[in-house]
């Protein structure tokens, strides 16, 4: 890890971005100093943000925040009502109604493009649509799509009724597509026919059909005849799109909302099973991201954005509204990014002239693989900042990234959070030099720490990366799960929040992350639970017993190593590992597919029969140090690890 300053900002760029507005508005004269008020007068420091970056209320909030029921349970915003589509949409008619909202693109190149104008009215028609529908505030609509435009206008028409949207990864199968909705009570989903990648088409609808059978409360199937291909049709259930918006008002009354009313459940997997739904609200969304994109990545309304990302990823829903709440161009794409041609993303910068780019460790890896030359013949000039969140770094990416893509003229926004925020504990600002793999310091208003086992801070070691103060779009809970939410962030400290990922604080006062420290998988950037792909390994009639990890991938950042107890009478093989890979990618979707199927007789366990995935990851990595195994009942498991078929 270097410890040379990679980048610099000038004085010209200082003063004319946002935040260099809002320090010379409120007297700060240095990083340091802006980063100290903000985290320890956070009420002072959200109030002046949400008042700065001109968050629209239909009421204004009467009390900044609220801990009477306890810290993990913190209410923002007392008394004020807003919505997010109100502010990503609303308030720019008709000043910007021709103004380019979006900017799409298929893997076969062609491009789609709407304007605010014409998202609005799209929206305001599916909106209407829903509420023939029955729909009311309050209900759960399922997002199982493409990223593609009726995508966001989903989005926004579930969010204007107040309904509390749920977006999922299009490439789930339907096992973990059912177990979300169901668990969220959604009444209605809109999905689409199929989608395409690499050139191959890939069904969805079948999935949602499948799915439904396993979603109780689940009335309609709305369906996007995205590419047109043949699907099964339950003429009593599904409904086309096309048809729900045909002869539909183009106006539609957004629904103020209270501050504190849900406005997404986002799922996502941890280390002890079932998903875990994490509730957000319209104001907490607002301001985070609103945060994040106003003055972590100085968005102007000219800018057009871009980020490598799926809706079923936070990272969609939050460039979508991030990019929308101050008026810029969201840019999207479907399908694989080095397909049809290893260079068509910096075709796509060259394209739209995209002003900011974001994308994970994982992708730049993939791309590095084509070489410099597919870069090198497309002009990036118009890039200004570049983005990267999803995992740690290593130098040489990182490298290429800033080299390469930025020229080694702007500046590298590492960001690190988490769906259970819908944001960032650790950001850089445009303002600040930077090394590389940094995220160099705490989010505005984060109020983090690095801390030891004992709960001490650090500095110049690894520690565990804690809050100590509450946020505007913490999770309220874990959806119907609070006392899940309460042990996973706020049960290891007392009123500090725990979020399982090891940091480093250079002497210099420069963030690093190293990975996690619980037991999460994160595949290409997405987090999985090991105990989903457990689940999926025991279902097949020859598995008693099964444990998944998370290994290094130069690619991927991580791949999914399994290791399977057999029942009396089957016999490991080849032909037996190929069907145990194949169950997982069919449960779980393709990204899932373990890389390495690995036979053994015994797993190590605690004495209270829990499996150390731990100890099992130290072992197939071959670590020296295997940590403290005093509670191991079945010590002579772990050499099994070692010798595993």
Request: proline letters at 6%; hydrophobic letters at 40%.
């Amino acid at each position: 890890m270097t410890k040379e300053i990679l980048w610099r900002p000038t004085e010209t760029q200082i003063r004319a971005s946002n935040i260099g507005r809002f320090m010379a508005k409120h007297g700060l004269e240095t990083y340091e100093e802006l980063i100290a008020r903000s985290t320890s007068e956070i009420e002072w420091f959200w109030d002046a943000a949400m008042k700065d970056l001109g968050i629209e209320w239909y009421r204004p909030y009467e009390k900044i925040l609220d801990s009477a029921d306890g810290i993990p349970w913190t209410r923002w915003f007392i008394g004020g009502k807003t919505n997010i589509v109100h502010n990503c949409l609303d308030r720019h008619l008709p000043a910007r109604s021709e103004q380019t909202a979006l900017v799409w693109q298929g893997e076969e190149g062609a491009l789609r493009t709407l304007s605010f104008g014409e998202l609005n009215r799209e929206v305001c028609r599916l909106a209407n649509g829903l509420k023939a529908l029955g729909l009311q505030k309050g209900d759960t609509l399922g997002l199982y799509m493409p990223f593609c435009p009726e995508t966001v206008a989903a989005l926004y028409a579930g969010l204007k009724l107040g309904l509390i949207v749920i977006p999922i990864f299009s490439g789930f199968a339907s096992a973990p597509l059912a177990a979300r909705l169901a668990h969220a009570g959604a009444k209605v989903l809109i999905t689409a026919d199929a989608s395409l990648r690499r050139g191959k088409i890939r069904p969805i609808k079948p999935e949602a059909d499948a799915a439904a059978a396993d979603i109780p409360g689940l009335r309609h199937l709305v369906v996007v005849d995205h590419l047109g291909t043949e699907i099964p049709w339950d003429a009593k259930r599904d409904l086309r799109y096309s048809a729900l918006i045909e002869g539909r008002p183009e106006t539609c009354v957004t629904e103020p909302m209270d501050s504190e009313d849900e406005a997404m459940i986002l799922y996502t997997s941890g280390t002890t099973g079932r998903p875990k739904g994490a509730v957000h609200t319209h104001a907490g969304c607002l301001a985070q991201i609103g945060k994040e994109l106003g003055y972590h990545f100085d968005l102007q309304p000219d800018d057009r954005f871009f980020w490598l990302t799926d809706i079923g990823w936070m990272m969609g829903p939050w460039m979508i509204i991030g990019v929308h709440l101050f008026g810029g161009t969201a840019v999207m794409i479907e399908g694989a990014p080095d397909h049809p041609r290893p260079d068509r993303l910096w075709d796509l910068v060259r394209k739209i002239r995209i002003t900011h780019f974001g994308i994970s460790p994982t992708a730049v890896r993939m791309l590095m693989r084509a070489g410099d030359d597919w870069v090198k013949r497309h002009d990036l000039s118009s890039l200004r900042i570049l983005g990267s969140t999803g995992e740690p770094w290593d130098a040489e990416s990182y490298s290429w990234f800033f080299h390469k893509v930025g020229g080694g003229r702007i500046p590298i926004i590492n960001i690190s959070g988490g769906t259970e925020i819908i944001g960032c504990f650790l950001a850089p600002l445009p303002i600040t030099p930077l090394k590389a793999c940094t995220l160099r310091g705490p989010g505005l208003g984060m109020d983090v720490d690095v801390f030891d086992d004992e709960g001490r801070p650090v500095r110049g070691q690894r520690g565990h990366l804690v809050c100590k103060k509450p946020a505007p779009s913490m999770t309220r809970g874990f959806w119907k799960d609070p006392g899940r939410y309460l042990e996973t962030y706020w049960s290891r400290w007392l009123n500090v929040w725990f979020h399982g990922d090891w940091a480093f604080i250079d002497p210099d006062g420069y963030w690093f992350l190293e990975g996690r420290s619980d037991d999460t998988i994160k595949v290409a950037g997405r987090r999985t639970g090991p105990a989903e792909i457990e689940e999926a390994l025991i279902a097949h009639p020859a598995v008693s017993e099964a444990a998944a990890i998370g290994v290094p991938d130069p690619i991927k950042g991580e791949e999914v190593v399994g290791f399977v107890v057999l029942r009396p009478g089957y016999t490991p093989d080849e032909a037996l590992r190929e069907g145990l890979m194949e169950q997982v990618a069919r449960a779980l979707g393709k990204t899932l597919r373990p890389k390495e199927i690995r036979f053994v007789s015994d797993l190590p366990k605690t004495r209270s029969a829990k499996i150390i995935r731990r100890i099992i990851r130290a072992k197939y990595l071959g670590q020296a140090d295997l940590g403290d195994l005093s509670s191991i009942e079945n010590p002579s498991a772990i050499d099994e690890i070692a010798k595993a078929r």
